[in-house]
């Protein structure tokens, strides 16, 4: 059975940084796309950004000159660097995984932005 994990989670300053990992279980055969998303308390899930098999990256316009989204598709891992993190990026942070048959989710990490 294939699980995804998060961690890097945590507390943070503004204006600080901070990098999330997410690393598969076992393997996982035709990637279409890897990426992070995030929920705060009472908002929908919101995509924060995506890169395809192909390389290709998409950011959601609020992270856009802040955050980066790599991945490893060899090992099957998905990073985001968070730079100049502010308040409103606070959130639980889940990974993703999107194949030709089934979405994979991780169990999501909190990323908390604060003074």
């Known amino acids: 059975q294939v699980q995804l994990v998060e961690s890097g989670g945590g507390l943070v300053q503004p204006g600080g940084s901070l990098r999330l990992s997410c690393a598969a279980s076992?393997?996982?055969?035709?990637?279409?796309?890897m990426g992070w998303y995030r929920q705060a308390p009472g908002k929908q899930r919101e995509l924060v950004a995506t890169?395809?098999?192909?390389?290709?990256?998409n950011y959601a316009d609020s992270v856009k000159g802040r955050f980066t989204i790599s991945r490893d598709n060899a090992k099957n891992t998905v990073a985001l660097q968070m730079n100049s993190p502010k308040p409103e990026d606070t959130a639980v942070y889940y990974c993703?995984?999107?194949?030709?048959?089934?979405?994979?989710w991780g169990q999501g990490t909190q990323v908390t932005v604060s003074s």
């Open positions: 993703n995984i999107v194949t030709i048959i089934h979405d994979y």
């Open positions: 076992g393997t996982i055969f035709s990637i279409v796309a």
């Open positions: 890169i395809t098999n192909g390389g290709s990256t």
